[in-house]
């Protein structure tokens, strides 16, 4: 008995003994699916993105009703900002500037849509945009309408029941006549939603003009600064109400002249929502670095 109770001691301690030295998880990596450049997603061994402080409070739970739509939905002056916001790392940004008065939709993209859990802290950082006054849209892809309706209207139902969402934001839209009764029911179903129902298409290039009626806002020109210039615009485009079309451009020089020559185009051809960045690649992951210049530029119309 004495014997067999030893031999049970020590294996006890050598037990304590491996599981001590055991090589740890390293803290807050997570295997998951990550967005990369075009929308695509890759799954790759990732560290988590550690959250600044002080960090978004988590207020909102899932079901909970969302607030009323801001007036900064509609644009009141010549010209708003829309700004996507792809991932945890911009967050702490907005808030610091959603005040600003040219700032009226944030475009919340957690992964390529709402995720696959509720998150409390992305959650947190919608919350406190609304309450900053600034429209919050979340992201879903349409893939030019060859996604299943039932795939998008998931989604759709899981933002505004997660985090109460103002609207949302259809990427790879179609510019394509064929497809207007795909995106007019995907309208129908978001104005069906109780709450704030803002629906931003996005074909990123000038559609026909009645493809305009399936959305509230269209972003009609998704470019680059090369590209931009030599636009093609539609003879309907200057009789169109400006807060109906948005124009977002990437690539552009990192001055003041530059910035104020896109934005007067911009005016120009009746885009009432804009964003523009210096950025080439990763270009809805991080702000301009000319981001208070574009604020100010814009406030100032």
């Given at each position: 008995?004495?014997?067999?109770?030893?031999v049970?001691?020590?294996?006890?301690i050598?037990?304590?003994?491996?599981?001590?030295?055991?090589?740890?998880?390293?803290?807050?990596?997570?295997?998951h699916?990550?967005?990369t450049?075009?929308?695509f997603?890759?799954s790759?061994?990732?560290?988590r993105?550690?959250?600044?402080?002080?960090?978004p409070?988590?207020?909102?739970?899932?079901t909970?009703a969302a607030?009323p739509?801001?007036?900064?939905?509609?644009p009141?002056?010549?010209?708003?900002?829309?700004?996507?916001v792809?991932?945890?790392?911009?967050?702490?940004?907005?808030?610091?500037?959603?005040?600003?008065?040219?700032?009226?939709?944030?475009?919340?993209?957690?992964?390529?849509?709402?995720?696959?859990?509720?998150?409390p802290y992305?959650?947190?950082?919608?919350?406190?945009?609304q309450?900053?006054?600034?429209?919050?849209?979340?992201?879903?892809?349409?893939?030019?309408?060859?996604r299943p309706?039932?795939?998008?209207?998931?989604?759709?139902?899981?933002?505004?029941?997660?985090?109460a969402?103002?609207?949302?934001?259809?990427?790879?839209?179609?510019n394509?006549?064929?497809m207007?009764?795909?995106y007019?029911?995907l309208?129908?179903?978001i104005?069906?939603?109780?709450g704030?129902?803002?629906?931003?298409?996005?074909?990123?290039?000038?559609?026909?003009?009645?493809m305009?009626?399936?959305a509230?806002?269209?972003?009609?020109d998704?470019?680059?600064?090369a590209?931009?210039?030599a636009?093609?615009?539609?003879?309907?485009?200057?009789?169109?109400?400006?807060?109906?079309?948005?124009?977002?451009?990437?690539?552009?020089p990192d001055?003041?002249?530059?910035?104020?020559s896109?934005?007067a185009?911009?005016?120009?051809?009746?885009a009432?929502?804009?964003?523009?960045?210096d950025?080439?690649?990763g270009?809805?992951?991080?702000?301009?670095?000319f981001w208070?210049?574009?604020?100010a530029?814009?406030?100032g119309?």
């Open positions: 008995m004495r014997g067999r109770y030893l049970g001691s020590l294996i006890a050598a037990l304590v003994v491996v599981v001590a030295l055991a090589p740890r998880a390293s803290v807050g990596a997570s295997r699916a990550v967005a450049p075009g929308g997603t890759a790759e061994s990732v560290t993105y550690t959250i600044p402080t002080p960090m409070t988590p207020t909102i739970q899932p909970v607030p739509a801001p007036a900064r939905c509609d009141s002056a010549s010209q708003r900002i829309i700004v996507p792809y991932g945890y790392q911009e967050w702490q940004q907005i808030l610091d500037i959603a005040r600003a008065p040219a700032v009226g939709v944030v475009i919340a993209n957690i992964d390529v849509g709402p995720g696959a859990v509720f998150d992305y959650a947190g950082g919608i919350a406190q945009s309450q900053a006054g600034v429209c919050t849209v979340g992201y879903v892809r349409t893939m030019h309408g060859a309706i039932a795939d998008v209207e998931s989604e759709i139902k899981t933002w505004y029941d997660r985090y969402v103002d609207g949302i934001f259809l990427d790879e839209g179609s394509n006549l064929a207007l009764s795909y007019q029911t309208d129908t179903f104005k069906s939603l109780p704030p129902d803002l629906v931003i298409m996005n074909p990123g290039s000038y559609p026909p003009r009645q305009l009626a399936v509230d806002i269209t972003v009609v998704e470019t680059t600064q590209a931009y210039p636009t093609r615009f539609p003879d309907w485009a200057t009789s169109t109400p400006a807060r109906e079309m948005a124009h977002i451009v990437s690539g552009v001055t003041h002249s530059a910035l104020a896109d934005l185009f911009a005016r120009q051809w009746h009432g929502w804009v964003y523009l960045t950025l080439t690649a270009v809805y992951q991080s702000l301009p670095d208070d210049d574009e604020i530029t814009v406030a119309g």
